[in-house]
């Protein structure tokens, strides 16, 4: 390479993590390379796929939080975010379902996400498809939770580095490190949340998804499945961890039948998620997908003090279900995109939302 000094070294995959022979990612030269111009775009690039590919140690993870996120005290919000960290096996947008219908069932809710890294359609292209508009400032998102007690995170809430960092590794993408984004994704976001209740596969450990949140002050709730998935599923035992470290089994047949299979959780193909995910949110469709969103709704609730029982909050998930509530919510959101704000038929258009 030519030109200045770099300020991070091209990083090879093996000395990502402690213990492996290496040293860790400097992160807080890996910024300050990318804002004086001193890191080149193939070091970046080499950086971000060498930790995509194997990810950081714990302490690893924790750095580079620490590292992009402002110092400083965080706009308070209080609302409970639902984020799942990828990874398992491929189920439609359960954690956006939830948000929907914890929201119509009575917690205050903000939706962090991402666009599709690992997966077909992430929570940013499916809101694209339905016109459901994201929040342009902390004032907007405060002003949503108001009306709607729902209000999908735009860019803003994230660091601007990120947004930095993506304009100058073009015409690299930032979908091709979706193995590391998706992991730190959930903790990135500026807010000071009421609590947050992150989807875990297995991904990353317990400990580390512990780590991340303690290094945010989040009050974090975990939900994992048997299957590995990054949410509760009704089709075989989960487990919810609270925020004391307590875990609680859901095995099917006591808050739910069980009934169906994972292939009932399945994603709709791009050109029917809108129309799979309204028919989710109204109950028309396998028992199966009812129960896995009413489990990971009833989390929500349980974390925003609306229910006082997983039984309890399960019962209201079922209920804003049943009575046409979370569809209702859903359709009016998806009429109230600012005009103008066109969406492109791959869901990209209007604000963004999510990890860049």
Same mark, same amino acid.
């Given at each position: 390479?030519?030109?200045?000094?770099?300020?991070?070294?091209?990083?090879?995959?093996?000395?990502?993590?402690?213990?492996? /022979?290496?040293?860790?990612?400097? !992160?807080?030269?890996? !910024?300050?390379?990318?804002?004086?111009?001193?890191?080149? *775009?193939?070091?970046?690039?080499?950086?971000?796929?060498?930790?995509?590919?194997?990810?950081?140690?714990?302490?690893?993870?924790?750095?580079?939080?620490?590292?992009?996120?402002?110092?400083? #005290?965080?706009?308070?919000?209080?609302?409970?975010?639902?984020?799942?960290?990828?990874?398992?096996?491929?189920?439609?947008?359960?954690?956006?379902?939830? *948000?929907?219908?914890?929201?119509?069932?009575?917690?205050?809710?903000?939706?962090?996400? $991402?666009?599709?890294?690992?997966?077909?359609?992430? $929570?940013?292209?499916?809101?694209?498809? *339905?016109?459901?508009?994201?929040?342009?400032?902390?004032?907007?998102?405060?002003?949503?939770?108001?009306?709607?007690?729902?209000?999908?995170?735009?860019?803003?809430?994230?660091?601007?580095?990120?947004?930095?960092?993506?304009?100058?590794?073009?015409?690299?993408?930032?979908?091709?490190?979706?193995?590391?984004?998706?992991?730190?994704?959930?903790?990135?976001?500026?807010?000071?949340?009421?609590?947050?209740?992150?989807?875990? $596969?297995?991904?990353?450990?317990?400990?580390?998804?512990?780590?991340?949140?303690?290094?945010?002050?989040?009050?974090? !709730?975990?939900?994992?499945?048997?299957?590995?998935?990054?949410?509760?599923?009704?089709?075989? #035992?989960?487990?919810?961890?609270?925020?004391?470290?307590?875990?609680?089994?859901?095995?099917?047949?006591?808050?739910?039948?069980?009934?169906?299979?994972?292939?009932?959780?399945?994603?709709?193909?791009?050109?029917?998620?809108?129309?799979?995910?309204?028919?989710?949110?109204?109950?028309?469709?396998?028992?199966?997908?009812?129960?896995?969103?009413?489990?990971?709704?009833?989390?929500?609730?349980?974390?925003?003090?609306?229910?006082?029982?997983?039984?309890?909050?399960?019962?209201?998930?079922?209920?804003?279900?049943?009575?046409?509530?979370?569809?209702?919510?859903?359709?009016?959101?998806?009429?109230?995109?600012?005009? /103008?704000?066109?969406?492109?038929?791959?869901?990209?258009?209007?604000?963004?939302?999510?990890?860049?």
């Amino acid at each position: 390479m030519t030109g200045a000094p770099v300020a991070v070294d091209p990083v090879p995959v093996t000395d990502v993590r402690d213990g492996d /022979g290496g040293r860790p990612v400097d !992160w807080v030269r890996f !910024w300050e390379g990318l804002d004086d111009g001193t890191a080149t *775009a193939d070091v970046l690039v080499g950086t971000l796929a060498a930790v995509s590919q194997e990810l950081p140690d714990d302490d690893g993870l924790v750095a580079f939080v620490r590292s992009v996120v402002p110092d400083g #005290p965080l706009p308070a919000v209080d609302a409970v975010n639902i984020v799942g960290i990828g990874g398992g096996p491929s189920t439609m947008n359960v954690s956006t379902a939830a *948000a929907v219908v914890a929201a119509a069932a009575g917690a205050a809710v903000v939706k962090s996400g $991402s666009r599709a890294y690992t997966s077909v359609l992430g $929570s940013t292209e499916l809101l694209g498809l *339905a016109g459901v508009a994201t929040t342009t400032s902390t004032d907007d998102l405060r002003d949503r939770l108001a009306r709607h007690r729902l209000a999908f995170a735009g860019q803003h809430v994230y660091p601007r580095g990120l947004t930095r960092l993506a304009r100058r590794i073009v015409p690299v993408g930032m979908k091709e490190f979706g193995g590391f984004l998706n992991v730190v994704g959930p903790y990135l976001p500026a807010l000071g949340l009421r609590a947050q209740v992150t989807g875990r $596969s297995g991904r990353a450990t317990p400990e580390a998804v512990r780590r991340l949140a303690t290094g945010r002050g989040l009050t974090q !709730w975990v939900c994992s499945s048997d299957l590995g998935a990054d949410e509760l599923l009704s089709v075989c #035992p989960s487990t919810v961890t609270h925020p004391d470290g307590r875990t609680e089994r859901i095995v099917p047949g006591t808050l739910v039948t069980g009934a169906g299979s994972l292939e009932d959780l399945r994603p709709a193909e791009p050109g029917r998620s809108v129309e799979h995910f309204a028919a989710a949110l109204a109950g028309d469709l396998a028992v199966a997908v009812t129960e896995t969103i009413v489990l990971n709704a009833a989390v929500v609730l349980l974390a925003s003090g609306t229910a006082p029982t997983l039984r309890d909050a399960c019962a209201s998930a079922h209920e804003a279900i049943s009575s046409g509530a979370a569809h209702g919510l859903f359709e009016t959101l998806r009429g109230q995109a600012p005009a /103008g704000a066109a969406v492109t038929r791959d869901g990209r258009g209007g604000a963004d939302h999510g990890v860049v």
